[in-house]
């Protein structure tokens, strides 16, 4: 990536901040692409790291967004969230409409490659609002950049784990690690027997900037990319609770009071610490039918969920 110029949008979120640390790293130049109204933490944090800051809006608005493509070889696209502050875009706007947006910018500056980071389990029938508007975001975008000729990948990790730059976690992550610190039991929707691939964020960056560098045309290529194990959510959080030498009961949380319990807080928070979609994706599995990151980073070896895990302590915000 020696010199190469990378277009990120979402560059401020936990994903964000580790491929851009990872970009520079093997010597890209990158221009992080932020909000207007971004907090001046975060503008402080990128540039800290290297990156060039442009501000803009997706869909048009104040700032110099089309400026960030201009010049630029690849482009990366990571604004996501699976349950967005009430008031703001919604799920479909955030994944399809920004998704789409993006991929136009890519091919008005005739970018060589785009890659679209969604998730695993992304479908457009799926019951979760999250999954299906991740599948109509990467329809949207892979379907723009073929008509222009630029090459494209999709990207579709499972739970990311971990933090070696930043401060910043997985949504899920943060909840079930506030759980446990504050609460005397751990409720776990559904009894927490849904299937996940935890996957260590280090190792989803270095597959992410590998799969940049790749030649590509034609159809749109989809890495599925899972970490070392498939486990129950109970066993990920019970993982998690011996990370943080914590030991509480897990109990089993069914799914209609967990419902109950997400329609309430979806009116009196903002960001509720449980939404509808969530109640929804913890009754739906998240793994790999082959997974693609151990031969994206070889001869790196994949991280163990341990070790992935025991990063938290050693990079605290």
């Known amino acids: 990536m020696n ?5 990120v949008t979402g560059a401020s979120g936990y994903l964000g901040q580790h491929v851009i640390a990872e970009l520079i790293k093997q010597g890209a130049s990158v221009r992080a692409v932020l909000r207007v109204d971004a907090p001046p ?16 809006q997706l869909g048009g608005g104040p700032g110099d967004f089309d400026r960030a493509f201009s010049g630029a070889d690849y482009g990366l696209h990571l604004i996501g969230s699976v349950a967005p502050p009430r008031g703001g ?3 479909q706007e955030l994944h399809q409409s920004y ?26 029938n799926s019951a979760s609002q999250y999954l299906a508007s991740k599948e109509l975001a990467e329809t949207a975008f892979s379907q723009c950049l073929q008509e222009a000729g630029v090459a494209c990948a999709i990207v579709r990790p499972s739970l990311i784990v971990g933090r070696l730059v930043g401060s910043r976690d997985s949504k899920l992550v943060d909840r079930y690690r506030t759980l446990l610190k504050t609460r005397p039991t751990v ?21 992410i900037v590998k799969i940049l560098e790749q030649e590509g045309a034609g159809p749109a290529t989809i890495y599925q990319i899972g970490g070392p194990e498939k486990m129950t959510m109970r066993q990920f959080v019970q993982a998690l609770a011996t990370s943080l030498s914590i030991s509480k009961p897990l109990v089993n949380l069914p799914g209609p009071v967990a419902a109950f319990a997400a329609a309430i807080l979806g009116v009196v928070q903002a960001v509720p610490l449980l939404s509808s979609d969530q109640v929804r994706l913890a009754h739906l599995d998240m793994v790999t039918e082959k997974n693609d990151l151990p031969a994206l980073i070889a001869p790196q070896v994949v991280t163990p969920l341990s070790t992935a895990l025991a990063s938290y302590a050693l990079n605290k915000a």
């Open 187 to 207: 409720p776990l929707v559904g009894g927490g027997i849904n299937m996940l691939e935890p996957v260590f964020v280090g190792d989803l960056a270095v597959a």
């Open 3 to 7: 010199g190469k110029q990378v277009v």
């Open 99 to 124: 998704s789409l947006y993006f991929a136009r910018a890519c091919a008005r500056a005739g970018l060589k490659k785009a890659v679209l980071v969604t998730a695993l389990g992304a479908d457009k």
């Open 89 to 91: 875009p919604s799920v």
């Open 41 to 56: 933490a975060d503008l402080a944090f990128l540039q800290k790291l290297g990156a060039v800051i442009y501000t803009g």
